[in-house]
Nanobody
């Protein structure tokens, strides 16, 4: 099993920045780590993901150029740097791991999830 703990959420004004962290513990046998978000009344969607071994990154179109995902395998931490935040980025952000090779932005195939951290973008 993989245990995931997110941190770094908060309230930020439009145009501001936040950095989320996802600390993993337990098993390290996973292919990728992804960030997902869910706003009230909406489905959970993939935001960004990174493969563990090669560090390949993938992004949702809505965050390309604004968000950057990175990993520190030695510390088992994955970061999500979010810049130029918009009100529509407001959501609970979750990190998750996927043990299988494949599209890592698909929420339905993730194996383990963290508890989430709230991001609110508002003036």
């Amino acid at each position: 099993q993989v245990q995931l703990v997110e941190s770094g959420g908060g309230l930020v004004q439009p145009g501001g920045s936040l950095r989320l962290s996802c600390a993993a513990s337990g098993s390290t046998d996973y292919y990728s780590v992804g960030w997902f978000r869910q706003a009230p009344g909406k489905e959970r969607e993939g935001v960004a993901c990174v493969t563990k071994r090669l560090g390949n990154t993938f992004y949702a179109d809505s965050v390309k150029g604004r968000f950057t995902i990175s990993r520190n395998n030695a510390k088992s931490i994955v970061y999500l740097e979010m810049n130029n935040l918009k009100p529509e980025d407001t959501a609970t952000y979750y990190c998750a791991t996927d043990s299988l090779i494949g599209p890592c932005l698909e929420a339905a195939v993730q194996d383990y999830w963290g508890q989430g951290t709230q991001v609110t973008v508002s003036s």
